[in-house]
C-alpha cells in the first residue's frame, strides 16, 4: 500500500490495490454531493444498507432519499446495489436500476445525492521500491522506475481498469503489454487499438464491431475489439482521441461490460479487462468539454504515470545498454564521450527518441550522431567548455558521465563494491580507483 494523492486521493493509483497479493481491493463509498458531501464509509462488512432512518448502515440526510434507499452487497473487487423500492429510484449514468455491479470509479445517484465507489485510502507510509529494474519490457534503475514497478507488480495481477498517463515515447505501449503478461489472463488476446490511427468514422466498428449490411462495405459481421479481447485485454492507446459521441458508449462498456455492434439490436457480454493510454492531460479536456467527466473518473480509479527520461537520466546508460543488447552489440559499441553525450541530452522524445539515435549510431557509426544539444541545466557548462581544448573539454565530459554513472551504480548496488564491480564489469580495483579519483566514498560492504 502506498501514499495517498493530496489532490485527489480517490484517484491516485498507488491507493489501490491491495491486499494485491490476494488480487483483492478493499473499497470505500465517497459522497460527493448533497448533506453529506466530504464523507466517506470504507466498506469492510458484507452488507450495508443507505437511507435517511437512524438504523441504517450509512444514513444520508438529503431529503429526496427514502429512509431506507438503497443495499449494497460487499464483494472484494465490486459490489451490488440493490434499489430498496425507494420513492425517487436510484440511477447511473442518467439510467435508473433495480440492481447493479458498481465496480471502483463508478458514480451513482440516489435522490440528489452522488456516491462513488473508489479504492479504499490507505494510512501514509513509505511505498517499498521494487528491487527490479525491468518489468516486461521497461527497463530502468531509477527511483521514479522502481516505483512504477512496485505499483505495477500490484495491480496487474487483479482485473481492475487501468489508465497510462505519460508524454509521447515515455513506453505507455509498453507498460500496457506487461500489465497483460503479469495478469491472470496473460494466456489471452491483447488486442491493440491506436484511436489515433483510426480514421473517426471507423472507430465505432473498429470497437464494437458491425453486422452484415449495417453501412456500405458492411459486406460480413465482424468483431470488434472488445469482443476479440474476450478472456484477454484490450489497449485504447490514446483513448483522449474518442470523439465525444462514442464516449457514453465506452462508458457503458465499462461499467457492464456489454457491447452491441453496429447495426445489431442485442447486447454482448464480454469478459475482458481495458487498460488505456493518453498523452493528453484528460482533467483540461473535461474543463474543455472535449472529454466526459464520468468517463474519466471510470478510467482513473487506477493510475500509471510513466515518467520522462528528462525526470530519470541516471537510466540513460542501462537503457543504452539493453537497447545495444537487443541488436546483439557489445557495450563497447558507443564510446564515452558519446555516452556522455547521450546522458546530459534533455530527450524531449523520450525513450523512443533515444532508441532512434542509438539505432542510427550503431548502424551508421558515430560520426553519424545528430547534434544534441544539452540540458538547460547544462549549458553554461558545455558552452565554457567549448572555449577549452578539444582534449580538456572532452575530458571535462567524459569526467561528468563517469561521475554520474559511478553514483548511479553505487545507489543500485547499495554501496557494495563487489556487487558494483559485477555490474559494471569492470576490476573492482579500478572501479575503486574511479571511486577516488571522483571523491565518491562507497557506503557498503567490500
Same mark, same amino acid.
Given at each position: 500500500m502506498a501514499p495517498s494523492n493530496e489532490e485527489? *486521493? #480517490?484517484?491516485? *493509483?498507488?491507493?489501490?490495490?491491495?491486499?494485491? %497479493?490476494?488480487?483483492?481491493? %478493499?473499497?470505500?463509498?465517497? $459522497?460527493?454531493?448533497?448533506?453529506e458531501s466530504g464523507q466517506s464509509h470504507a466498506l469492510t462488512r458484507p452488507e450495508y444498507v443507505l437511507g435517511k432512518a437512524p438504523t441504517?448502515?450509512?444514513?444520508?440526510?438529503?431529503?429526496?432519499i427514502s429512509r431506507e434507499h438503497l443495499k449494497l452487497t460487499v464483494h472484494d473487487e465490486h459490489v451490488v446495489a440493490t434499489d430498496m423500492g425507494s420513492r425517487n429510484g436510484s440511477s447511473c449514468d442518467g439510467r435508473r436500476f433495480t440492481e447493479l455491479e458498481?465496480?471502483?470509479g463508478t458514480v451513482i445517484t440516489l435522490g440528489t445525492t452522488e456516491l462513488k465507489l473508489v479504492p479504499e485510502e490507505s494510512a501514509k507510509?513509505?511505498?517499498?521500491?521494487?528491487?527490479?529494474?525491468?518489468?516486461?519490457?521497461?527497463?530502468?534503475?531509477?527511483?521514479?522506475?522502481?516505483? $512504477?514497478?512496485?505499483?505495477?507488480?500490484?495491480?496487474?495481477?487483479?482485473?481492475?481498469?487501468?489508465l497510462i498517463q505519460g508524454e509521447t515515447g515515455t513506453g505507455k505501449d509498453l507498460c500496457a503489454e506487461a500489465i497483460h503478461q503479469a495478469?491472470?489472463?496473460?494466456?489471452? *488476446?491483447?488486442v491493440i487499438v491506436d484511436l489515433a490511427g483510426v480514421a473517426p468514422s471507423l472507430i465505432e466498428s473498429e470497437l464494437f464491431g458491425h453486422v452484415k449490411g449495417a453501412f456500405t462495405n458492411a459486406q460480413s459481421d465482424r468483431a470488434g475489439a472488445f469482443e476479440r479481447a474476450h478472456n484477454g485485454t484490450v489497449f485504447l492507446?490514446?483513448?483522449?482521441?474518442?470523439?465525444?459521441?462514442?464516449?457514453?458508449?465506452?462508458?457503458?462498456?465499462?461499467?457492464?461490460?456489454?457491447?452491441?455492434?453496429?447495426?445489431?439490436?442485442?447486447?454482448?457480454? $464480454?469478459?475482458?479487462?481495458?487498460?488505456? #493510454?493518453?498523452?493528453?492531460?484528460?482533467?483540461?479536456?473535461?474543463?474543455?468539454?472535449?472529454?466526459?467527466?464520468?468517463?474519466?473518473?471510470?478510467?482513473?480509479v487506477l493510475r500509471v504515470t510513466m515518467p520522462s527520461l528528462r525526470e530519470r537520466p541516471e537510466d540513460i546508460p542501462l537503457l543504452i545498454d539493453t537497447m545495444l543488447e537487443q541488436t546483439g552489440? *557489445?557495450?563497447?559499441?558507443?564510446?564515452?564521450?558519446? %555516452?556522455?553525450?547521450?546522458?546530459?541530452?534533455?530527450?524531449?522524445?523520450?525513450?523512443? &527518441?533515444?532508441?532512434?539515435?542509438?539505432?542510427? $549510431?550503431?548502424?551508421?557509426?558515430?560520426?553519424?550522431l545528430p547534434e544534441l544539444e544539452p540540458a538547460d541545466s547544462e549549458r553554461g557548462h558545455s558552452a565554457a567548455?567549448?572555449?577549452?581544448?578539444?582534449?580538456?573539454?572532452?575530458? %571535462?565530459?567524459?569526467?561528468?558521465? &563517469?561521475?554520474?554513472?559511478?553514483?548511479?551504480?553505487?545507489?543500485?548496488? &547499495?554501496?557494495?563494491?563487489?556487487?558494483?564491480?559485477r555490474e559494471a564489469d569492470i576490476d573492482r580495483v579500478y572501479l575503486r580507483k574511479l571511486l577516488k579519483k571522483h571523491g565518491i566514498e562507497p557506503s557498503g560492504g567490500a
Open positions: 485527489d *486521493p #480517490a484517484l491516485d *493509483p498507488t491507493l489501490t490495490l491491495s491486499r494485491a %497479493r490476494q488480487g483483492r481491493v %478493499r473499497l470505500k463509498l465517497m $459522497v460527493l454531493s448533497g448533506p441504517c448502515d450509512i444514513v444520508l440526510t438529503d431529503k429526496t458498481l465496480h471502483p507510509r513509505t511505498l517499498l521500491l521494487s528491487n527490479r529494474d525491468r518489468f516486461g519490457a521497461l527497463v530502468g534503475n531509477s527511483r521514479r522506475m522502481r516505483e $512504477v514497478f512496485t505499483l505495477l507488480e500490484r495491480l496487474s495481477p487483479g482485473g481492475a481498469d487501468v495478469s491472470r489472463r496473460a494466456s489471452g *488476446p491483447f492507446d490514446e483513448v483522449g482521441e474518442l470523439p465525444l459521441e462514442l464516449q457514453p458508449r465506452l462508458l457503458r462498456v465499462l461499467e457492464r461490460r456489454q457491447v452491441k455492434r453496429v447495426g445489431a439490436n442485442d447486447y454482448v457480454t $464480454v469478459n475482458m479487462r481495458v487498460v488505456t #493510454a493518453t498523452h493528453r492531460d484528460l482533467e483540461d479536456a473535461v474543463r474543455q468539454g472535449k472529454f466526459r467527466r464520468d468517463l474519466y473518473h471510470r478510467l482513473a552489440r *557489445p557495450p563497447s559499441t558507443l564510446s564515452d564521450q558519446t %555516452r556522455a553525450l547521450l546522458t546530459q541530452y534533455p530527450w524531449p522524445g523520450n525513450v523512443r &527518441e533515444l532508441r532512434n539515435v542509438v539505432e542510427q $549510431v550503431v548502424n551508421l557509426g558515430e560520426e553519424a567548455d567549448l572555449d577549452l581544448p578539444f582534449k580538456e573539454a572532452k575530458e %571535462r565530459l567524459v569526467e561528468g558521465f &563517469e561521475r554520474d554513472y559511478l553514483r548511479n551504480l553505487l545507489e543500485r548496488c &547499495e554501496g557494495n563494491i563487489s556487487r558494483a564491480s
